[in-house]
């Protein structure tokens, strides 16, 4: 086996992993992110013996894949677009990101603002009943409305 030494000595001694002892000291270009982040899809791949099409990636093990704190959404965006070069898609999703392959979603069924053209008039002239529509959101749960209230001006 051959121990790496990290700084005062091995990842090993100090119970770190050898990911976490190199943390800091090169830091990937997006260009590298993208990189490892196919290597990462091609193992996953290689484990289920078929191809990826999508999966999700927890923002913890970007970070600790490409050798962040943090990870800007400039910085994802730069990634993403390195990316598309091999057919795959990066986006956040909520609270996770998000690994597409492009020509899969393009297959996908799309839609188009026509189906609304009647609708879009009537946004254009200011006459929309936006109200009708509050039942497509989900209600604020209780916590978020005492929030709101807490917030509010002239409130301590």
Known sequence: MVQKKFGRGSSESSGASPTEGVAGLYKP???ECALLLLRLIE????ERQREVSR???AEISLKRLWGRRRISPEFA????????????TLFFAGTTYAVV?????????RT?????SADLLEVARGAYNFSELERLLPAPNQEEEEEERDTRPGRL
């Open 77 to 88: 965006e730069e990634v993403a677009e390195w990316l598309s070069g091999a057919d795959f």
């Open 55 to 57: 999966l999700r990636i």
């Open 112 to 116: 188009t603002s026509k189906r609304l």
């Open 43 to 46: 193992v996953k791949e290689q």
């Open 101 to 109: 392959k492009t020509s899969v979603v393009e297959s996908w069924p």
């Open 29 to 31: 270009t997006a260009r």
